[in-house]
């Protein structure tokens, strides 16, 4: 079955469009973050939203916000401001954070990201999959001085993606991390992800590229509507 792509780091209503025109079932907005590209304002993301959910970037599709924040309250504040329909946690959030988000974040999906830098990315996985509605399997680096939280165009080690999606089965799981057209077809052989999740792979200076778009499309077989 063909998986859904996300395309993130969407810098405004124009980019949404584009990425929808093209395919796209899942946009990611990026909030404030300790490093890495695509970083847009809230109110930016807002109106991209509201954009998105009232049809005029084509057929509405789900809208991630992406943040750093790890306080349930916190992050509720951020959502009510933005509208998203789904919240990426690219931190690691306490099991007893998650389960607060839950309550103040009715009908909200919650995504939590695991970054895949060893064995200990299964437990971590396994301590959230009861909490949340997806998880994201990308490269970053949270021990660093200055956090790596996603978008660093890395590839990571696949067979233990692969593992974590089996662990979590029929938990959805994306991938993440330095997917390209020139390698998405086997990362999805490998691990067999619900979805895929990129940024620099389908951009030229920082911009969304049409071309690079409709390869990555095509390689990858993307079906246009899927539901968690």
Known sequence: MPVAVKICCIAGVDE?????????SALGLVSAMP??????TDDTAAEVAAAVAAGRCGTPVRTFLLTARTRAAEIAAQHRQVGTTTLQLVDHVPAGEL???????PGIEIVQVIHVAGEHALAEAAAAAPWVDALLLDSGNPTLAVKELGGTGRTHDWALSARICQAAHPLP?????GLRAGNVTEAVQRVAPHGVDLCSG???DGRLDAALLADF???????????L
């Open 217 to 227: 499309m095509a390689a990858v077989g993307a079906r246009t509507a899927a539901p």
């Open 16 to 24: 949404a469009r584009l990425a929808i025109s093209a395919g796209a």
């Open 202 to 204: 389908v951009r030229r």
């Open 99 to 105: 389960q607060a988000l839950r309550g103040l974040c």
């Open 173 to 177: 799981l994306w991938l993440a991390g």
């Open 35 to 40: 490093s890495g590209p695509g970083v847009i």
